[in-house]
């Protein structure tokens, strides 16, 4: 890349950092210090800004850069991520939002405490938010280390290092001092960039090949070297029946886990009520909805103008296929257009990165303060306030995450994203349909079921491909590979229901009756919701 991506680029960075600094400042001063304020806000936001920062919150580094990285490098097989993505969210809309805005306060852990003896419960649900949340943190780091090292040209290996330190920092900044109000118009603010920086691609895109959508299609299989292989089934997944049962595993991983994802679930305590938490899912819906179609238009684009040759070249992942198609689109390298719109897709990426961190180190500081700490602490200590808790457990949360985004730096950031789905859905999702649902549900079957899907999910990603054995693993250099398949989900999701129906029919513990029945009526009706 020239100076000239550099510097603008560069310049667009730091605006933006600065507008969400200043954000961040204001709302640290409109704070009051209560919990309910930095979790949720104070519960003030409208169904449209709550929309708009869940779509931003969804809308992650894996979705602008690796999907459409996926797609062209993969063509049709890389659209399953586009789908399994939208589709997570009837999930969403139809099993979780409403309830668990009426049932709970600010985590997971209390929903399922509701009915359930919270030390046990809080601990499990607690252990596995976090999980989830450093997992999905390490995919927005490796975003932001293929973005900084695209601009530089891909050869400072040092300046990516310094970009996932200095993303994590902000992202303890941005948490422990806005907290949920600045996280949220941090995240409205780069839902609206990133939707108006896809639609002018999108139609850059068209635009190039006069509208005609078959001949975009037509002219990325052709320069893809797989010709109709491109656009058919079986390009990544296909191969044997290995690759067959990965493609299952990861549409179950996608499709089950936005369900169980904790920065999701948080986001709707930041409404009043819990008809303006579904008004705010159909809000998110219509923008979550348009942008992964843009996401297929912009990948068959990045194949057909830049070709997954150079794609793959810049990027072996593909992380940085919209960048440069952007570049493309523009007028290609040494142009005023191409410098300028690939500074302003970088800089949006970058948003991007910085608003979905901002809002999964919430969640998690919130989960290890208000689950973790509240059920671990010694009775005779002198208790902190639960505010002070999350705002060192976000810093703790961030130093994990930039030590395996570093780790991680190689892999595809969707790739990464659908991990972390994998694990949602095997411990948060059943817990969480269990308890809202299962009327003999006991603590044991809670925490059996959390862990009975949290802790199959990592052995069996240890023991995968992901992480030895393999060219592109974590470590290559050694083969501890007895798991054949990259998600796990096929098998982790059904024992952390398994694991969760074993543990309630041998329990000798009686579930508790009266607490169903309010726990049923306040999910349904909303009486004596937070």
């Known amino acids: ?51 708009f920062a869940i779509a931003g919150d969804y809308m992650s580094a894996a979705s602008f850069l690796g999907i459409s990285g996926l797609i062209a490098l993969f063509g049709y097989d ?11 969210w009837l999930v969403v809309l139809f099993l979780v939002a409403e309830l668990v805005r009426n049932c709970g306060r600010f985590t997971l852990g209390d929903v399922v405490a509701a009915r359930m003896r919270e030390r046990p419960v809080r601990i499990a649900s607690g252990t596995s938010s976090v999980t989830v949340s450093v997992l999905y943190l390490v995919a927005q780091m490796v975003g932001a280390g293929s973005l900084v090292a695209l601009l530089l040209g891909g050869t400072s290996g040092a300046a990516q290092t310094w970009t996932v330190v200095g993303v994590g920092a902000l992202m303890v900044f941005y948490v422990s001092f806005g907290g949920m109000r600045a996280t949220t118009w941090i995240q409205i603010v780069k839902a609206v960039l990133l939707m108006g920086g896809a639609i002018a691609l999108t139609v850059l895109v068209l635009v190039r090949f006069h509208g005609d959508f078959d001949q975009l299609l037509r002219t990325a299989a052709d320069r893809s070297g797989h010709g109709d292989r491109f656009l058919a089934p079986g390009l990544r997944y296909g ?36 008809r303006a938490a579904r008004r705010s899912v159909v809000w998110s819906i219509g923008l979550i909805g348009s942008f992964y179609l843009m996401t297929i238009v912009l ?6 103008l830049v070709g997954p040759d150079a794609v793959r070249g810049s990027n072996a992942a593909g992380n940085t296929a919209v960048p440069l198609l952007a570049l493309d689109l523009g007028g290609g390298a040494h142009t005023t257009g191409g410098t300028v719109l690939f500074a302003v897709v970088a800089a949006i990426a970058f948003a991007t990165i910085l608003a979905v961190v901002a809002g999964i180190t919430l969640a998690s500081s919130a989960s290890v303060a208000h689950d973790l700490y509240a059920s671990l602490r010694r009775r005779n200590a002198k208790p902190r306030s639960e505010v002070a808790v999350a705002r060192l457990a976000a810093a703790g949360v961030g130093v994990v995450a930039i030590g395996l ?51 199959p999910a990592l052995a069996l990603v240890i023991l995968s491909p992901v992480v030895s054995g393999e060219p592109g693993s974590l470590f290559p250099g ?17 024992l952390g229901f398994l694991a969760g129906w074993l543990g309630t029919v041998t329990s000798r513990e009686e579930a508790d009756e009266a607490k169903h029945a309010e726990t049923e009526v306040r999910s349904l009706t909303g009486a004596g919701a937070a």
Do not use: C, K
């Open 1 to 51: 890349m020239t100076g000239d991506h550099q510097g603008l680029a560069l310049l667009l960075f730091g605006v933006f950092v600065a507008v969400t600094l200043a954000i961040t400042t204001w709302a640290s001063r409109n704070r009051h210090g209560t919990a309910e304020e930095f979790y949720a806000g104070g519960r003030l936001f409208s169904p449209m800004e709550n929309g």
């Open 78 to 88: 890389g659209l399953l991520y586009s789908v399994g993505f939208l589709v997570a």
């Open 239 to 274: 191969g044997d029946w290995t690759a067959r049962l990965d493609f299952i595993s990861l549409g179950l991983a996608l499709v089950l886990g936005t369900a169980g994802l904790p920065h999701i679930l948080s986001r709707f305590y930041t409404v009043p009520t819990a």
């Open 299 to 304: 990948g068959f684009g990045a194949a057909a």
């Open 405 to 455: 985004g570093l780790l991680a730096r190689d892999l595809n950031v969707a790739f990464l994203v659908g991990l972390a789905f994998a694990v949602a859905a095997s411990a948060n999702l059943p817990v969480l349909l269990y308890s809202l649902f299962w009327r003999n549900f006991t603590t044991r079957g809670a925490v059996w079921t959390v862990y009975g899907g949290l802790l």
């Open 478 to 494: 050694v083969d501890f590979q007895y798991f054949p398949l990259e998600n796990p989900g096929l098998v982790s999701i059904p």
